[in-house]
């Protein structure tokens, strides 16, 4: 079994920075790929940022140029979220080992809100 536990989110104001962790125990998943997706009540979800196990990153275009995924150790990956705007605020949850489908993931943490003010 495989546990997620995201922490660092909380409120922060338009232009400030936050750092997300997400912290894996149980199971080693070593070979998956470990992403962040965001969700706004009454929206779809959007996938982030993804790292993969040789530390590949992707973003998507609405967060390039000021977030920043890392996988510290075989146990942790963090989000370091800069220049933030109103419209990143949402709940952040931490996944793994995609299924292959669209948004599909083994492994899901329970979320840590951000919300960003202006």
């Known amino acids: 079994q495989v546990q997620l536990v995201e922490s660092g989110g909380g409120s922060v104001q338009a232009g400030g920075s936050l750092k997300l962790s997400c912290v894996r125990s149980?199971?080693?998943?070593?070979?998956?790929?470990m992403v962040w997706h965001r969700q706004v009540p009454g929206k779809a979800r959007e996938l982030v940022s993804s790292?993969?196990?040789?530390?590949?990153s992707s973003y998507a275009d609405s967060v390039k140029g000021r977030f920043i995924i890392s996988r510290n150790n075989s146990k942790t990956i963090t989000l370091q979220m800069n220049s933030l705007k109103t419209e990143d605020t949402a709940v952040y949850y931490c996944?793994?080992?995609?299924?292959?489908?669209?948004?599909?993931?083994?492994?899901w943490g329970q979320g840590t809100q951000v919300t960003v003010s202006s």
């Open positions: 996944a793994a080992c995609w299924l292959g489908t669209t948004g599909a993931y083994r492994y």
């Open positions: 149980g199971v080693k998943i070593g070979g998956c790929r």
């Open positions: 790292i993969a196990s040789d530390g590949t």
